[in-house]
């Protein structure tokens, strides 16, 4: 089981919704990753689909990047709506 | 019942059940079909409309004025990027999609096939265009299909301020010089029309339309999304002080809503067909900005190649 490769698991509750993220497992290979992931995260019908991915293929952004990666979106506040000033009679928009 | 029938029957009351389709379930063909053309459609549309925006960029009056400008032309790029991802989940490939475009096989939306003369029609698309857009594509967010509608959801979210990014520079025109004043009612002149066609034709001679709002792809017919457009934007133009350039409008009190005078069909079909104002010059660019970035993608290419071969490489002197 320690070299079993670790799997990220993903579940979409209902249709219409993303997958999101609900945690990881050892599996020996993918398809043994889902039935682990069925049995671990969708106990309670929390889903109606899951995706399964080794952690190994997931490339992360660095932490000690978020500066560079993010900042630059902090002073754009012309992409909100709010910055543009339009009378109160205005309506629909 | 046939296999197919019960395939297709199960599938309608899903649809009916408002629930939403998945990639990866069964669908019928017509569907998928249907939805790779209009979500191809409306990508392309997305891309080809950084055209006539883009074109006032470096000529935008002020700093304020640019960065809002840049800020809407990137977003147009982003759902562009987003829809061409929603449509290859029906398993189409990128190429193909991109392929379809050039070679004039798909549409985008005809109003882009309209020159941007004045700094005034930025404002105007804003205003109209995009308001146009927003009413067509809020509904979309409730989508049958999973993935459209929820790239729509991003979209209309970010597209919240290009409206009134438009708007406030109307506001500002309409509210200087005679010059500029004249200015925004000329840009208003002439997109008014085009805004109004961008909902497509009128009920009765659409052809996908009954089946599309079967399917809940449509939730909403083209004439009713139509007259709201009217109806919300005449006491916007009120506000700036511009007339809408349509004598036959006017507020109908039994009815509760606008009367408005007849689209020129003959404009809309022709334009559709390729005879607009500027539609060899959109097709020209975008197809010449594909090619042009053919060495970019090679590069990539090339580096990602030369990488692995690199990590091959140094994998194979540490085993040895």
């Not at chain 1, 309670?44 to 978020?66: F, L, T, Y």
């Not at chain 2, 941007?116 to 308001?131: E, F, K, M, S």
Request: glycine fraction near 6%.
């Amino acid at each position: 089981m320690q070299n079993w490769p670790l799997y990220e698991v993903f579940i979409r509750s209902k249709n219409g919704l993303s997958h999101k993220h609900v945690g990881s497992l050892h599996a020996a290979d993918a398809d043994m990753a889902i039935t682990n992931a069925r049995d671990v995260y969708t106990r309670r019908k929390e889903g109606v689909s899951i995706w399964v991915v080794e952690s190994k293929d997931i490339k992360a952004s660095n932490p000690e990047d978020s500066e560079a990666l993010f900042d630059p979106a902090e002073d754009k506040v012309y992409r909100h709506p709010t910055f543009y000033d339009l009378p109160d009679a205005l309506e629909h928009m | 019942m046939t296999e197919i029938q019960s395939l297709e029957k199960r599938f309608q009351d899903r649809i009916d059940n408002e629930e939403r389709i998945e990639p990866r379930d069964w669908m019928p063909e017509k569907y998928r079909k249907t939805l790779i053309r209009q979500i191809s459609q409306h990508a392309h549309s997305e891309i080809v409309g950084m055209l006539p925006e883009g074109n006032w960029i470096t000529r935008a009056p002020n700093l304020r004025r640019k960065l809002g400008l840049i800020a809407k032309v990137q977003d147009e790029a982003g759902h562009g990027l987003y829809l061409y991802s929603a449509c290859e989940t029906l398993g189409i490939s990128r190429d193909e999609v991109l392929d379809q475009l050039h070679t004039g096989k798909a549409k985008y939306s005809s109003i882009f096939n309209y020159p941007t003369l004045t700094w005034a029609d930025i404002g105007a698309i804003g205003w109209l265009v995009d308001g146009a857009a927003i009413l067509n594509q809020v509904p979309i967010c409730r989508c049958s299909y999973g993935p459209y509608a929820r790239a729509m959801v991003r979209v209309c979210k970010e597209e919240s301020f290009h409206q009134r990014q438009g708007y406030e520079i109307m506001l500002a025109l309409a509210n200087g010089t005679p010059e500029q004043k004249e200015m925004a009612q000329d840009a208003l002149n002439r997109w008014w029309w085009p805004s109004l066609m961008m909902f497509g034709p009128s009920d009765s001679e659409s052809t996908h339309s009954a089946q599309s709002m079967a399917w809940k792809i449509k939730r909403f017919s083209n004439d009713e999304l139509r007259q709201r457009m009217v109806d919300m934007t005449k006491p916007q133009a009120d506000i700036l002080g511009l007339t809408i350039p349509d004598p036959d409008l006017k507020w109908n009190d039994e009815k509760g809503m606008h009367d408005f005078g007849e689209i020129d069909w003959g404009e809309f079909w022709a334009v559709v067909k390729g005879d607009g104002p500027c539609n060899k010059e959109r097709l020209a660019a975008r197809v010449k900005a594909h090619e042009d970035g053919q060495w970019v993608r090679d590069a990539a290419v090339a580096y990602s190649e030369k990488q692995e071969a690199r990590k091959a490489a140094t994998d194979t002197t540490q085993v040895a």
